[in-house]
Structure formats: C-alpha cells, structure tokens
C-alpha cells in the first residue's frame, strides 16, 4: 500500500537555541518565555509540559512561525523559521477542521495547496482516513462528529502533507477522560507508522509520560527550562504500562517539579499548610489540576 | 478488544453508528453513515412530521382569522375611530385580482418592478460583497471606505429620490439607483461582520497547510463569511423592495409600486389593497429564493 508523500521519512530537527518572547500588554511588557533551548532530534516524540500560562504554546508556535522570538533562534534542519509552512504540521487545542468541507476535503487541503491534482490527493487522503478508521466519515462534514474524531482527522490532516514535524498544542485537552487515553493510543501508532518528529504540549503529566521519548518541564513565568527527563518505557506502550512503578516513579518525580512551578503561577504565598487551612487537599496533584 | 473500547467512546455521540461494530476495518466504508441517516430519520421522521404539520395547520388557521376579520370588519362597515368604511373586502380584491390577471398592464406592473430589483440588488450585491470582503481584510481599504459609509448609511433611500432625479438622465436609472442604494448597506456591513468574526484559528491552521494569502482568502476568509453574506443578501432584498415601492410612487410611470399608488388617486380601493398583496407576495418570494440559493450552495451549514 502506498501512501503518497506521508511515508516519506523526513528529518525533522527542530533546535530552539536561547529563545525569549516579550508580550506587549496593556500593564506593559510581560516576559512569556526566559531563554529557553529545547531540541527535537529527527523521529523523536518530545513533549513539553507545565503550568497554565508558562510559555509553552508561545514556544510551540514559534516553531510553527507564527511568533518570532525577541531573542535566540528557531530553526528546522539547520533553516531558520520564517513562517508557517507546511514543513510544520499542526493540530491545535481547538477544533480547526474547516466546517464548510467534508472530512475527505479537510485532509485533502494541504495537498491541495501543494498543487496535487485532485485524483491523486483524493486517494492519498482516503488511505490516511482508512488507515486511521475514518473512511466511512469522508463525506460528513466536521459539524456531525465527536471530539475525537474531529482531532482525529485534525491529525490526519497535518500529516497528510508529509511534514517534518508535527506539533500539537494541547489536542487532547477538551476530551473526556476516556476518549483520551484511546486517542494518545492512536497518536502513538500514527507516530510509529509515520515517522515524523513531535513536538507535544501538555499539562498533564500521565499524558506526557505516557507518549514521549523525552519531556522537558518548564517554570512558571517567565518560562524556561527547568527539567529535561529521558523516558526509558518500552514501546509498543499499553495504557496499561500507566500502572508500572516505573510509571509511577516518573510520575511522582513530575509530580514535585511541577507543583512547584504551579504554585509560584498562582501566587508565592501560597504553601501545602495555607491550603489545608482552605480545606484544598492536593492527592498529589498539581494545584492547577485541583483548581 | 482495544478496538471495541475505541468504537465506544467515539461513537457515543455518533448515535447509530455503533450499530456496525465493522466500522473502522474501513472495507464497508460507505454502509455505515448511510445506515446511520436511514435509522436516524425512520426514528425521527414522523414527529418532525408531526411537528411540520402542526405548524401548518396552526398558520392556516391564523391566516384564516385575519381573513376573517378583516371580512367582518369591512361588510359591516366599522367606524371606531379607525375607519373601514372604504376599505375594499376580501371578495372585492379578489374579483380585483381576477381582472388583474386576465390584464397584461398589471403583468407589466409586475414585471417592471422586478426587473427593477433583480438590476438594482444584483448590482448591489456585486459590489458590496467583495468590496465588504476586501474591508474586512486590509485595514486600508477599511479606513477608506468606512467613514463614507457610515455617513451616508443612515439616509433612507427614499430620501435619495430627488437626488436620483437630478443624477440620472432617465427615469428607470433613478429607481434602479434607488434599489442599488437599499441593498446595498445591509450586504456591506453583514460581509464585513463576517470577516470579523473569522475564527483566526482556521486561518492558522490554513497556513499551517501551506496555504499562501490568496489560497486563505478563498478558502478560508470567503467560505466562513458566507453565511453572514447571505444574511445581508436576504436584509438587502427586503430593504430593496421597500426603496423600490417607495420610489416608484413618487417617480414612477409602472410598476407595482406605481400601480398601488395610481389605484388610490383613480379612487379604486380594491385596487390598492391588491397591489399591497402583490408587494407582499413578491418580497416573500425574493427572500425565499435567497434563502433557498444559500441553502443550495452551503451544504455544510444545513443541520
């Protein structure tokens, strides 16, 4: 079976080197991201997690392009980005399929823009929707399906171009519980089959652990890097590996870096005693989850 | 058995499409969704029958009370302040109607008028839209255009008659302008709200796609606006007829506009009422048409 330009293999390294970003607001200028590095090396599934409003999606869309950093260097393959291309796929935390085309068109629409002419695009997309169990949706249009299958295709879309990086900025993030381990699940095998490098942003920890080669843990604002942790599981991953004390162990020492990092973004004062004073009881989780 | 989890979950707000546990092997691939429809509709067919009907009937029943009213308060003559002395009686507009009917002058009436409005609204529409479309997506042809429009947006087109008069050579030109000029600011502005309210994610993720700036304003700015052009294509049609009716009694030699107005001052009551029906009749049509057209070429919005 051959699936046209998405089995390519690609190289896809991404190096961000000495990254800052400064918002303009009203209340002046806020530092969103503090010299940061991070590298994706070809076909390595990286995630970048921590706590609400740290900077994460501001690096991840640099890498996309649409941001430029004021200081430091994005580059893919040794180019610097100097916008969006397709180069860079993207499924982003909100649904972005287009309402007005059918599943089939959506996918199709980066081989459109390519000038693939419309027969060969047609099949390309139907082996991508086959391959990810959609081909009976083709015709619908987004509007008549669930969350899931909506990112789904999302994904299939950013890949269906054959990109050298595929980014994703918190997909899972409005799905129940349920539907997104299935779709971590199939995130996982698109990845195996495809090949491409992903760069992955999360705040939740299982979530990070469970897909990544390796997470790097940011601080609160201004973000930078604080942690960079090598995830040894084996693959293929089973949800049920989510039980492991291996698991478990990465889990608790996610657990102490980012809960740090999620009180200093709520407030310094804050501390475990003043928190049970307020009847607020962590379980171990980060007080951006609990809250 | 990862499989059957994964149908679960994902289908369960996809109602019937569990019913085909074959689903995602993607070899029936077209069965599924085609089943779906079928149950989906043998389920829901009849109460929205119902439904349809019901309100139907209730309209028939309405429309027949009006009717009715307005019968009894014309043959007996009510004078409450509120005169129907000379106000004609169903029966009588309908012989009125049926002279007219058999009398190619009134067709010409009719024909005239909208022929007057296809020209001026289409016009209109050619204009506003793209003209909407290209506010909404450079800033400077935005600051340009909006201070003018915005002054002359709020003079009824009615009171362009006489201007219209002195600026165009013909008579046909000046109420055709009169249309133009009614449509014209309800298509501007629902185009240009449209633009606005263009989710920027679908344009991110366009170029994310690869797609240039020509590529996202004809797939992306264009298609999302749509809906909004519609609704301002459908406010333009109903402004439209109001500034032809209105022009066409003050300037006029046909139409039907000209043709109420004639009826009055020839002192044919049943006449006037006929040509208020007919202007009725029409702009429900025109905006019935729009809708339709819209519906046609927007399948995705139908839900």
Not at chain 1, 16 to 21: I, R
Not at chain 1, 61 to 90: H, Q, Y
Not at chain 1, 162 to 177: I, M, Q, R, W
Not at chain 1, 188 to 209: C, G, P
């Amino acid at each position: 079976m051959s699936v046209a330009p998405a089995l390519l293999v690609n190289k896809g390294k991404v190096t961000v080197t000495d990254f800052s970003l400064t918002y303009d607001t009203a209340d002046g200028p806020v530092e969103a991201v503090a010299s940061a590095s991070i590298v994706v090396n070809p076909g390595e599934f990286v995630s970048i997690i921590g706590p609400s409003g740290c900077g994460k999606s501001t690096l991840l869309n640099a890498v996309a392009g649409f941001l430029k950093p004021i200081t430091g260097r994005v580059e893919v393959d040794g180019e610097e980005v100097e916008g969006p291309s397709a180069d860079r796929g993207m499924v982003f935390q909100q649904y972005s399929l287009f309402p007005w085309k059918t599943v089939r068109e959506n996918v199709e629409f980066g081989l459109k823009m390519k000038g693939m002419d419309r027969t060969t695009r047609e099949q390309s997309a139907r082996t991508l929707l086959g391959l990810a169990g959609l081909l009976a949706f083709e015709k619908q249009y987004p509007e008549s399906l669930s969350g899931g299958m909506k990112q789904r295709v999302g994904i299939i879309r950013a890949l269906a171009t054959g990109p050298k990086v595929l980014l994703l900025d918190e997909p899972f993030g409005s799905l129940d519980a349920q539907t997104r381990v299935i779709m971590q699940q199939i995130l996982t095998n698109m990845w195996q089959r495809h090949k491409t490098s992903v760069l992955f942003v999360t705040h939740d920890i299982d979530e990070a652990i469970f897909l990544s080669d390796r997470v790097y843990c940011m601080t609160a604002r201004p973000g930078a890097i604080k942690a960079e942790i090598a995830i040894p599981l084996a693959r293929p991953r089973q949800p049920s590996m989510m039980m492991s004390s291996e698991f478990l162990a990465l889990r608790r020492g996610f657990m102490g870096l980012i809960r740090e990092e999620s009180l200093k973004a709520i407030g310094g004062e804050l501390n475990d005693v003043a928190l049970q004073g307020l009847g607020i009881d962590l379980r171990g989780q980060s007080l951006a989850d609990v809250i | 058995m990862k499989h059957a989890a994964l149908r679960q979950t994902e289908s369960a707000t996809q109602v019937a499409a569990s019913a085909t546990p074959a689903n995602t092997s993607g070899h029936m691939a077209q069965a599924p969704p085609r089943r779906r429809g079928l149950a989906g509709r043998a389920t829901r067919w009849p109460s929205l029958r119902r439904g349809e009907l019901r309100s139907v009937v209730i309209g028939a029943i309405s429309l027949g009370l009006v009717l009715l009213a307005w019968h009894l308060l014309t043959t007996y003559r009510v004078s409450a302040h509120v005169r129907f002395v000379n106000v004609p009686s169903p029966g009588m507009v309908f012989e009125s109607l049926l002279r007219a009917v058999r009398d190619p002058k009134f067709f010409n009436h009719v024909l005239l008028s909208c022929r007057r409005i296809f020209i001026g609204f289409a016009i209109a529409a050619v204009v506003a839209v793209p003209l909407g479309l290209l506010m909404g997506r450079f800033r400077l042809v935005r600051d340009i255009i909006f201070p003018v429009s915005e002054v002359l947006r709020p003079i009824p087109a009615i009171a362009w008659v006489p201007m219209s008069i002195m600026l165009w050579p013909s008579n046909e030109e000046s109420i055709v302008f009169i249309t133009y000029l009614g449509s014209f600011f309800p298509i501007l502005l629902n185009t240009l709200h449209g633009m606005t309210q263009v989710d920027p994610v679908l344009v991110r993720a366009a170029q994310c796609l690869g797609a240039r700036e020509r590529a996202i304003f004809a797939e992306v700015y264009f298609p999302a606006t749509l809906p909004h052009i519609f609704t301002g294509l459908t406010v333009g049609m109903g402004v439209a007829w109001v500034s032809l009716i209105a022009a066409e009694m003050i300037s006029g030699q046909y139409g039907i506009g000209y043709f109420t107005w004639e009826a009055y001052s020839l002192v044919q009551y049943s006449d006037i009422v006929l040509g208020m029906v007919c202007i009725g009749v029409l702009g429900l049509g025109s905006s019935a048409l729009i809708r339709s057209v819209g519906r046609a070429i927007m399948p995705w919005s139908r839900s």
